[in-house]
């Protein structure tokens, strides 16, 4: 199993619709969550931070974290064309000697289409 | 104007020479991390630092050194005895791990390319 798993996708969405993108995580004491959006030959960005269980927003984007069930997801809405883009996941696991690093999941690709 | 800067954007070089990538961050960012991304694949870490004069081996460290003299300075070297050197290198600092702060800055990366 993955230390931190999420689907390739692609994850195609109409544009004005919805986009869920899943991230599932094996260490059951990892504290801090993030959300980092790359564009094709780009850097990572870090557009969502989440900490605590339940839900965080920031504008178009939120965040949901359920520990016990050991899954965070990023919700998008309103999605627009320039959302296409792979997102990562990122997971500091602390209980698996994680330290002070963070792990990351290989990324969902999402096509908001016209 | 605050950042990561990382030079040169695009690198080529010959098979079996070293070549050293720059990383600067001006963050004032206790913590540097190089990063390792092939196509249609997900972040590998090389080597990570919490402080000068201080570096860890990451997950894939073979072929690679680093050095971390100053604290806004984390160049990584790769070199002949990397095997397929040929991908994006990414570099990223963080503020205070020791004290909880995990997120992660990246800068526009360096890609490699060994023929």
């Known amino acids: 199993q993955k230390e931190v798993e999420q689907n390739s996708g692609p994850l195609s969405v109409p544009e004005g619709a919805i986009a869920s993108l899943n991230c599932t995580y094996s260490?059951?004491?990892?504290?801090?969550f993030f959300w980092y959006r790359q564009y094709s030959g780009k850097s990572p960005e870090l557009i969502m931070s989440?900490?605590?269980?339940g839900d965080k927003e920031d504008g178009r984007f939120t965040a949901q974290l359920n520990k016990a069930s050991q899954y965070v997801s990023l919700l998008i809405r309103d999605s627009q064309p320039s959302d296409s883009a792979t997102y990562l996941c990122?997971?500091?696991?602390?209980?698996?000697?994680?330290?002070?690093?963070?792990?990351f999941g290989t990324g969902t690709q999402l096509k908001v289409e016209l | 104007d605050g950042g990561i800067t990382q030079s040169p954007k695009y690198l080529f070089r010959k098979e079996g020479q070293n070549v050293t990538l720059s990383c600067e961050q001006n963050?004032?960012?206790?913590?540097m991390y190089w990063y390792r991304q092939d196509p249609g694949q997900g972040l590998r870490l090389i080597y990570y630092?919490?402080?000068?004069?201080?570096?860890q081996k990451g997950d894939i460290a073979e072929g690679y050194s680093v050095s971390r003299e100053k604290k806004e300075s984390f160049p990584l070297t790769v070199t002949s005895a990397q095997k397929n050197p040929t991908a994006f290198y990414l570099c990223?600092?963080?503020?205070?791990?020791?004290?909880?702060?995990?997120?992660?800055?990246f800068g526009p990366g360096t890609r490699l390319t060994v023929t």
């Open positions: 990223a600092s963080s503020s205070s791990p020791f004290l909880g702060s995990y997120e992660q800055y």
């Open positions: 260490d059951r004491v990892s504290q801090s």
């Open positions: 989440i900490y605590s269980n």
């Open positions: 990122a997971v500091n696991l602390m209980g698996t000697g994680g330290g002070n690093k963070l792990t």
């Open positions: 963050l004032n960012h206790d913590a």
């Open positions: 630092s919490q402080i000068v004069n201080d570096f």
